[in-house]
């Protein structure tokens, strides 16, 4: 059963850059599309970004279009997929998750969910 484990989360200040990880462990995700999602205090869990297996395919949220960059290294022992965030704003403060095996945009979409990273971004 494959799991995913997320990491490179911190404190930052506005306008600075943090590159977040998604690893996978117990199975292989080279073929599978993966997401990131957050989840602010009070809000619900959002769509932030996505990648299809290969890299090719890349979307994002309108809210961090420009600003963030999907990306996968699947020649990795252990298969990786990042975040780079740059420009962060404080509205950028949340819980980041990955997800895997589907590109929708509803967080119903996706059955398991792990521990999260927690980003906060200061003014």
């Known amino acids: 059963q494959v799991q995913l484990s997320e990491s490179g989360g911190g404190l930052v200040q506005t306008g600075g850059s943090l590159r977040l990880s998604c690893a996978a462990s117990?199975?292989?995700?080279?073929?599978?599309?993966i997401v990131w999602f957050r989840q602010a205090p009070g809000k619900e869990r959002e769509f932030v970004a996505a990648i299809g297996w290969d890299g090719t395919y890349t979307d994002y949220a309108d809210s961090v279009k420009g600003r963030f960059t999907i990306s996968r290294d699947n020649a990795k022992i252990q298969e990786t997929v990042y975040l780079q965030m740059n420009n962060l704003k404080p509205e950028d403060t949340a819980v980041y998750y990955c997800?895997?095996?589907?590109?929708?945009?509803?967080?119903?979409?996706?059955?398991?969910w792990g521990q999260g990273t927690q980003v906060t971004v200061s003014s």
């Open positions: 117990g199975g292989s995700i080279m073929y599978s599309s």
């Open positions: 997800n895997w095996g589907s590109v929708a945009h509803s967080p119903r979409a996706y059955t398991y």
